[in-house]
């Protein structure tokens, strides 16, 4: 059996798929803050990086949604500027041939304003807090569940950082030696 395709369609496709994969890269090098929409609401996507150093640390639970569950525990962790080394953000995608990797990766330190992420696992070898304090509201203070517990540190440092994540956000994303690719695995 032969299987036929229309290849003026195929290089279209394949063409419109290169170009946004451009404009994704064009838009991180430039502001940053697309990182979160092409990656964002189609399932879990991985960071893992050497070090991770964040100011204005706050962790809260949360519960959120993806492409799995409508109702996902998470924890949602902001920092008002974080540093970033060796990172490597990459997400699955499996299609009907292989799974697909789209990868983001950045050689220098990356910097970034505003981060917020919803986090489903979250691993370091190594983590230090500079005055770390767990706490919670009393009840009489409390405006919603999400602030029975909550963790606020000025500055953390992380290691061996592996993350996965269901969102991202960022004011504003430094990106130095960016470097978007895809492939099959």
């Known amino acids: 059996m032969e299987m036929y395709y229309r290849r003026r369609r195929f290089a279209a496709a394949l063409g419109a798929a290169l170009a946004a994969l451009a404009a994704i890269g064009v838009a991180i090098y430039l502001g940053g803050v697309a990182v979160a929409v092409p990656i964002a609401g189609i399932g879990d996507f991985h960071v893992n990086a050497d070090q991770v150093r964040l100011q204005g640390f706050v962790l809260t639970p949360r519960i959120g949604d993806n492409s799995s569950s409508n109702v996902s525990p998470e924890t949602r962790v902001q920092a008002q500027h974080a540093e970033v080394d060796g990172l490597v953000l990459y997400k699955d995608i499996p299609t009907p041939y292989r799974t697909l990797r789209v990868e983001i990766t950045a050689s220098g330190t990356v910097k970034i304003n505003g981060l917020i992420q919803d986090i489903t696992q979250q691993t370091a070898s190594s983590a230090s807090f500079n005055q770390l304090e767990i706490d919670e ?46 492939r099959f695995l």
């Open 137 to 182: 509201a009393p009840p009489s203070k409390r405006s919603s569940w999400q602030q029975s517990f909550y963790q606020i540190a000025p500055s953390v440092t992380l290691n061996n950082f592996r993350s996965n994540n269901d969102y991202q956000f960022a004011n504003t994303i430094t990106l130095p030696g960016l470097k978007v690719s895809a």
